[in-house]
């Protein structure tokens, strides 16, 4: 399983990004799909992430700006980021939780991550 992670970059503040992440290789099922950030110093923390029929969750800072959505068809999962703020420069990572094959359980998989910085 590959994980590759694009369209981060510098924005100023106040303006939008949309981070894609397509999974590649043989997966038996996709579980959850999400996107996760570190800045320097900082802990990697949750953003958004998303279950494979549609339900989404949200840290409280990003609510109302960032939109995480999926197509399962192409493996892919997006974060759509507006109304960008400098405290959003960070190192984002997407994650899946998926099945390999039919006798295996449940495991994460992490992508190699993307720098977003977001200027004042």
């Known amino acids: 399983v590959q994980l590759q992670a694009y369209r981060g970059g510098l924005v100023q503040a106040g303006g939008s990004l949309r981070l894609s992440c397509v999974v590649s290789?043989?997966?038996?099922?996709?579980?959850?799909m999400g996107w996760y950030r570190q800045a320097p110093g900082k802990q990697r923390d949750l953003v958004a992430d998303?279950?494979?029929?549609?339900?989404?969750n949200y840290a409280d800072s990003v609510k109302d700006r960032f939109t995480i959505s999926r197509d399962n068809a192409k493996g892919t999962v997006y974060l759509q980021m507006d109304s960008l703020k400098p405290e959003d420069t960070s190192v984002y990572y997407c994650?899946?939780?998926?099945?390999?094959?039919?006798?295996?359980?449940?495991?994460?998989?992490w992508g190699q991550g993307t720098l977003v910085t977001v200027s004042s």
């Open positions: 290789g043989t997966i038996f099922r996709l579980n959850v």
């Open positions: 998303i279950t494979n029929d549609g339900r989404t």
């Open positions: 994650k899946i939780n998926y099945r390999p094959d039919t006798w295996s359980g449940p495991r994460d998989y």
